[in-house]
């Protein structure tokens, strides 16, 4: 008879996996991951473009239908086959496990690309931290940002090295690889601990010192005043889902990974649901701080918010907001609150991307925790630094990020959902894992929303941006550049998820027994309580 308070036998004699050393790291290191660049600088502009407050309502929708669902079903992943993606999904795969496992390289690989460029807009960030003392940028921030800082050239390949990003990008980056062969709990967990509850503390400063400024109010008019026609909008709903998805983390092996270093009995959903939830707080949080300042950058304009430009991404974090802090009293505060925030939030995502990467080759190959993240970091650091920090990096970065992740990872998605529900047919069983586990049970309209819901939305999304991206072109960039960085890049990651997958293991991962057992012995509707599993 199964027992699912027994301790699940051990048939591999490769050292313990790391662990997390408790419930509230794991949560910590979750929600660091899930905050990120996008919370500050995309989700205000987002909800701003598509109804303002009415948008609230898809965003709700969004995350209850979309992103928690799909949450749930990487940590259940990760945590029932106990590994990086490619591992998991081996294992999750039985007699399909290649075809799984190159689904997980695929997962890995836009981990790997990510992390390329993700580095550099941190290393941005700790340079306008500096550059905030003295108001560097002067009177023209968008000029001094791609003019005197990136020394933007032409579209095309350059070994134009720009020393104020290269010098910054190369300490980010042993930051990175340190606390990667630091470990799980010594590194990753460590890092959140700390930069967390700083960041969350220097956000709430900046914020509550852009309600006082002349303008805040008409700010926040704009940004929550209901646009409710907005809502027969097909797009406006595809904006929320979007924001939704990208924002979590999840569909590229972060969760999954982060999942696996849970204990075995370990409460899956509930700390979901706070991760969830408290990313949704932190851009609603940063959506208040923005748009108050920016209106009173309005104010100080002579002009209306929506005459504004730059609301969203780089032009909003680099160009708009040094504007912004040239005209307030105290700029160099608001600008190293802003600032040090931007790169606090990108280094905790950065981590929990490369250890994607790092935790699959050490798999993979064999190899130490240390090895890998030498071995990860240093050719990351390499191609990010020849690729990102010269005077075409810019242009790059901009073309490699919207392919890698409008099509990258939402073909990710829809893959996941379609081969692990439809194809593997697990549906039931991580349904199982995570109710045996959990105190926050899920129902068959779990699988519903992942299995269906998720695919089609997603699905719609993917191929719009397809079309669009073939018919349109983006940023008014050359069909052979755009051929190059932008599609270039969808094929190195399928290209390179098929190479690595071929390649044979150093220790089989099939040796595994996923735990607890299933098909389940016992009522697997008895509470989890009363089988001694512990959250």
């Not at 704009?222 to 026609?229: G, K, N």
């Amino acid at each position: 008879m199964a027992r699912t308070d027994s301790a699940p036998a051990a048939k591999s004699h490769a050292a313990p996996r790391e662990e997390w050393t408790g419930q509230i790291g794991f949560i910590l290191s979750a929600i660091g991951s899930a905050v990120g660049l996008g919370n500050i600088w995309r989700f205000p502009g987002v909800a701003y473009e598509n109804g303002g407050g009415a948008f609230l309502i898809p965003y709700l929708v969004a995350l209850l239908t979309a992103g928690i669902p799909i949450l749930f079903l990487d940590y259940a992943i990760g945590h029932r086959f106990r590994g990086a993606a490619p591992t998991a999904f081996r294992r999750l795969g039985g007699r399909l496990g290649r075809w799984m496992e190159s689904l997980g390289w695929f997962q890995a690989m836009i981990a790997f690309v990510i992390g390329l460029y993700y580095t550099v807009v941190i290393a941005w960030a700790l340079s306008f931290f500096v550059f905030s003392f003295d108001l560097r940028w002067g009177d023209d921030p968008a000029a001094f940002f791609t003019g005197d800082y990136l020394q933007v050239g032409e579209p095309g390949f350059s070994l134009d090295f720009v020393p104020g990003v290269l010098i910054p990008l190369a300490i980010v980056w042993v930051l990175a690889i340190v606390v990667l062969a630091a470990g799980v709990a010594k590194g990753l967990q460590r890092t959140n601990v700390i930069a967390l509850p700083v960041l969350l503390v220097a956000f709430t400063v900046l914020v509550v010192r852009a309600l006082f400024l002349d303008g805040a109010g008409e700010g926040l008019t704009a940004l929550f005043t209901p646009e409710w026609s907005a809502l027969a909008d097909p797009n406006v709903w595809i904006a929320a889902y979007g924001q939704i998805f990208f924002s979590l983390s999840i569909a590229f092996g972060i969760m999954i990974t982060y999942a696996s270093y849970r204990r075995r009995r370990s409460n899956l959903t509930t700390p979901g649901l706070v991760v969830a939830f408290s990313n949704s707080s932190f851009e609603i949080l940063a959506g208040i701080g923005v748009f108050a300042t920016l209106g009173f950058f309005a104010f100080q304009q002579g002009v209306a918010v929506d005459e504004l430009e730059g609301l969203t991404g780089v032009g909003l974090s680099f160009m708009t907001f040094p504007a912004i802090v040239s005209q307030m009293p105290g700029g160099p505060i608001f600008g190293c609150l802003f600032f040090g925030s931007l790169a606090l939030a990108g280094f905790t995502s950065l981590v929990s991307v490369l250890q994607v990467v790092s935790a699959a080759v050490q798999e993979k190959f064999g190899i130490t925790r240390r090895a890998a993240a030498i071995g990860v970091g240093g050719v990351s650091a390499v191609l990010s630094v020849l690729i990102f920090s010269t005077t075409t990096g810019l242009l790059a970065l901009d073309v490699v990020d919207q392919w890698a992740n409008n099509v990258g990872i939402v073909a990710s998605a829809v893959l996941t959902t379609v081969l692990v529900v439809w194809v593997a047919r697990k549906g039931p069983e991580l349904r199982y894992h995570l109710n045996t586990l959990s105190t926050f049970r899920v129902g068959n309209i779990w699988v519903i929303l992942v299995g269906v819901l998720g695919p089609v939305v997603l699905g719609y999304m993917l191929i719009s941006k397809i079309v669009s991206l073939i018919v349109e072109g983006y940023g008014g960039l050359p069909a052979w550049y755009l051929g190059v960085f932008g599609w270039g890049t969808v094929a190195l990651l399928v290209v390179g998820a098929v190479l690595v997958t071929v390649v044979p293991w150093r220790r089989s991962p099939d040796d595994f027994t996923p735990w607890p057992p299933y098909p389940p012995a016992s009522d697997e509707r008895t509470p989890a309580s009363q089988k001694g599993v512990r959250s």
